[in-house]
């Protein structure tokens, strides 16, 4: 294909290609304060990976979505603030308009932390009206588990800068020193509260500093922006390679069988009600 990008794409291509296949992946981002990289990162992560699965499972992408509950990361004066509820709101709004398009495979995946509080009611509230399941994955607990496995916190850092490479927007990347000194972070003593619930969903609070959130490592010349990409990439494909994207894929059309089943069996359910 010329792109998997839905954006890019003509309108005669996406015919041509719901003619065949009906997936669609969508990376959920924000705008926010982190350390030595641009405002944009976890956006741009997140459309890295979504473009490497798009490509694992023949799926579009629809890029674009960099304005989302951002969370504890308010205090800056880059980052952007949408409520959650407006966050919601949008998303669904997007999610039916591609069911009606004929996207029925719809997968969502973010790298930001509070993503989940956003997606995941989205993702229910769907199902209940439509009958059809769409999907959420959420890639930093898939990273976390994976840790180890892929070099720590060295290979989290080399991704984002791997995923600018696999955006076309490498140099969009500055060259900075300056941020790689870790510190306790200012909201530290109130850590026994935050872990109370999942991520960031336990409480409400804002980050004291703007070092909070995140330290990130030195890129004093373009050789190491290149060697950092290099890596990044290459962690990006191993986690793609490990999601198996085609079995998602089919399990989700096998679960939409499922589903239709029980909408038989239990017409109160709400997707058979609806």
């Known amino acids: 294909m010329r792109t998997r990008i839905l954006g890019k794409m003509l309108n005669s291509e996406v015919q041509d290609y719901l003619q065949r296949n009906d997936v669609i992946i969508i990376p959920v981002g924000t705008t926010e304060m982190h350390g030595g990289f641009p405002l944009d990162c976890e956006t741009v992560i997140s459309e890295a990976f979504c473009l490497k699965m798009a490509e694992a499972c023949d799926g579009l992408v629809l890029t674009g979505l960099p304005y989302f509950y951002a969370g504890a990361t308010a205090s800056g004066r880059g980052t952007v603030q949408v409520t959650v509820r407006q966050g919601i709101d949008y998303l669904g709004a997007i999610a039916r308009s591609l069911l009606r398009l004929g996207f029925k495979r719809q997968v969502y995946i973010s790298f930001h932390g509070p993503a989940h509080m956003t997606i995941c009611p989205m993702v229910r509230d769907f199902y209940d009206e439509t009958g059809v399941p769409i999907l959420y994955i959420d890639s ?123 909408e038989k069996k239990f017409p109160w359910m709400p997707a058979a009600w609806n």
């Open 140 to 262: 930093v607990m898939k990273i976390f588990s994976c840790a180890k496995d892929l070099g720590g916190l060295e290979a989290l850092n080399d991704m984002f800068v791997g995923a600018y490479k696999v955006m076309g927007r490498l140099e969009d990347v500055p060259l900075v020193t300056g941020f790689s000194d870790p510190v306790p972070q200012s909201c530290a003593p109130f850590n026994d509260l935050f872990a109370l619930g999942y991520q960031s969903a336990a409480v409400g609070y804002c980050f004291g500093e703007n070092q909070d959130h995140a330290p990130t490592p030195d890129i004093p010349d373009i050789e190491t922006r290149d060697r950092m990409a290099e890596n990044g990439e290459k962690v990006i494909d191993k986690l793609v390679s490990a999601m198996n994207m085609p079995h998602v894929v089919e399990q989700l059309r096998k679960l939409e069988a499922y589903g239709l089943e029980n």
